[in-house]
């Protein structure tokens, strides 16, 4: 798997094709959020990125983190099903279309000159290009989810 640099313009338009072939009716392959939850969970980490969501972590996850930050950004797949932060969870219902526009103003305000500057709560420092390829990451692994 390429992963491939939020920064890039056509990179960051290919998510944008992709977010954009959603439907309020679009099934999941795996997990348990709907579509709407999964385009409300992606805004998530980049609110993390641009400063706009804090995550609190906890001590035990802050030492194990670094050993895993590579994870974030590498070319290896994320598996289905990894544990998720509770403040990532979503689980009641939310608009389709009001949650894609919120992810898609995110995607497109996604810029190096954007990041908050903070250390990732888990994983500690990261470049902005980690941030940048972590970021497509997430949003790729969750498109693959939806099928698109």
Known sequence: MEVKSLFDPAAKQEIIERINRLKPATQRKWGKMDVAQMLTHCQMPLGVAIGR????GNFF????????????????????????????????????????????????????????????????????????RGSWKHLDHHLQQFGV
């Open 61 to 132: 996850i802050k030492l194990l983190g670094p050993f895993f930050k590579e994870q974030l950004y590498n070319d290896k797949p994320f598996r289905q099903n990894l544990p998720t932060d509770k403040s990532f969870k979503i689980a009641d219902q939310r608009n389709f279309e009001v949650e894609r526009q919120n992810l898609l103003n995110m995607i497109n305000e996604f810029s190096e000159e954007t990041l908050s500057g903070h250390p990732h709560p888990f994983f500690g420092k990261l470049t902005p290009e980690q941030w940048s």
């Open 53 to 56: 969501h804090q995550l609190k």
